[in-house]
């Protein structure tokens, strides 16, 4: 017998049924299901709908299904239309009609909805650990090459040298900004308690909803119900926060993959997390970086579907919300199986100072020149001509920028003396670059401490 069939002189139709069911994808949030329902009962007696012994029977109830969910042993039925109402039938099962009595003045509007937010707060704080574990891979390789130099790169051309510590860095920052969202999600997912909102109208019973509140360790009790059942910001803002994070993934990947080909040479992947080819001997392949780079595409996807299924729904709850579970938990699954090899690949990965090193080209200190002569008194933007005509001179002559001679710059600005030559140094050009957030050897010891702080 299913919950609302009652009115209805016939079956639902089996197509129907396999369209309109979700047992097949929300069984996952038994826990958070369970979990409301206890607070629900408890709510229940407190305001005297139900008996003390009912609350007793029902809670018990509630924990021997939890127990079978978690022991694997638990049965799914053909009428089990979802997980709400899974439970309560095997609840009824087990304790008799009083297990009717549980959904007293409650909907699978407020119930779904209460539970979606409490299974994302699970979720997405899974997630920042898991964000967490990659950065501190990314400190601990980052704090090897401190001072390991590697060719700087803008427009995905070789731009100034920077440190290797430097480099990876930058992405602790990007997935520490990526924690700040999910953290922001997760907080955001448990601001307004739904349940007590009934199907859209509050509930007729004197439910003390602030009880629940607490229970459930939310904010507050949603101040509307019919916003309540219907709000799904929530997922909206944990599916970007997930979307950004895989964007940030896949941009080291492509890092990763670039700086992996030989070519390049600069890094190179443990074999435990690269692939082959069954064709070519020789090839080594970054399947796990593409595979990373190509899931973000599957994230934002989910995203902008999710956000148009969102745009034209009408007041109070559709069954259109259906639609924020299947890519909500597609995108966290996509996400967790990503960071764990993503980390993996970062902790064993094998930096090439040596090729680093030898990618670096006088051409990339052109804009130390420059400072050269700022030093000497002359404007930047006279000074950044200055040291453009010299790279052009350069090339004319078919040698690198530090091969000019003196008295070659001399004759593009007086101002060049013997003491240029100490310019074409690539340590202490980096060296120089000293301020917070510079690439400095220095600079990137204080981001390295503060980052151990932040973890």
């Given at each position: 017998m299913t919950l609302w069939g009652g009115r209805f002189s016939e079956p639902t139709d089996d197509d129907l049924r396999a369209l309109n069911d979700s047992i097949g994808f929300d069984q996952r949030m038994y826990k958070e299901d369970i979990q409301g329902s206890i607070a629900w009962a408890k709510a229940l007696g407190g305001a005297g709908v139900i008996s003390g012994d009912d609350v007793e029977q029902i809670v018990d109830g509630l924990e021997n299904v939890r127990a079978e969910f978690d022991a694997g042993t638990f049965e799914f039925k053909a009428g089990d239309e979802d997980i709400h109402t899974a439970v309560e039938r095997r609840l009824t099962e087990l304790i008799g009609a009083v297990g009717g009595r549980l959904h007293t003045g409650r909907s699978r509007n407020d119930q779904v909805a209460t539970d979606l937010r409490l299974w994302t707060r699970a979720a997405l704080n899974a997630a920042r650990e898991a964000v967490a574990q990659l950065q501190a891979a990314l400190v601990e390789q980052a704090e090897i090459h401190i001072e390991t130099l590697m060719p700087g790169y803008t427009h995905v051309q070789t731009a100034q040298p920077v440190t290797a510590g430097h480099w990876l860095m930058s992405y602790f920052w990007m997935f520490q900004r990526d924690r700040g969202r999910l953290r922001h999600a997760a907080d955001a997912s448990l601001e307004w308690l739904p349940l007590g909102a009934g199907a859209l109208a509050g509930t007729a019973f004197p439910i003390e909803r602030n009880q629940l509140v607490s229970q459930l360790e939310f904010d507050a009790a949603s101040p509307n119900s019919l916003d309540a059942v219907s709000d799904r910001d929530y997922v909206a803002d944990s599916m970007y926060a997930l979307s950004m994070l895989t964007i940030h993934l896949s941009r080291l990947s492509e890092d990763l993959i670039w700086f992996s080909n030989p070519a390049f040479g600069y890094v190179a992947l443990n074999d435990r997390y690269s692939t082959g080819s069954s064709l070519m001997p020789q090839k080594r392949n970054p399947d796990p970086m593409e595979l990373a780079r190509g899931k973000a595409g599957r994230l934002i996807g989910n995203l902008t579907g999710f956000l148009?299924?969102?745009?034209?729904?009408?007041?109070?709850?559709?069954?259109?919300?259906?639609?924020?579970?299947?890519?909500?938990?597609?995108?966290?699954?996509?996400?967790?199986?990503?960071?764990?090899?993503?980390?993996?690949?970062?902790?064993?990965?094998?930096?090439?100072?040596?090729?680093?090193?030898?990618?670096?080209?006088?051409?990339m200190l052109a804009t130390d020149l420059a400072d050269y002569l700022v030093l000497k008194g002359m404007p930047f933007r006279e000074a950044h001509h200055v040291s453009g005509r010299a790279v052009r001179l350069a090339a004319e002559q078919g040698i690198k920028l530090h091969e000019l001679t003196v008295e070659s710059l001399r004759g593009l600005s007086a101002l060049f003396t013997d003491d240029v030559k100490e310019v074409f140094n690539f340590a202490a050009s980096v060296a120089r670059r000293s301020v917070i957030g510079g690439t400095a050897p220095a600079s990137v010891r204080q981001q390295i401490a503060h980052a151990k702080r932040l973890l």
């Open positions: 148009t299924t969102l745009k034209g729904l009408p007041t109070g709850y559709n069954k259109d919300l259906q639609e924020d579970k299947e890519p909500l938990f597609d995108s966290f699954d996509t996400l967790m199986r990503i960071l764990p090899v993503v980390t993996a690949v970062i902790k064993t990965l094998k930096l090439n100072p040596d090729k680093m090193r030898a990618a670096l080209d006088p051409d």
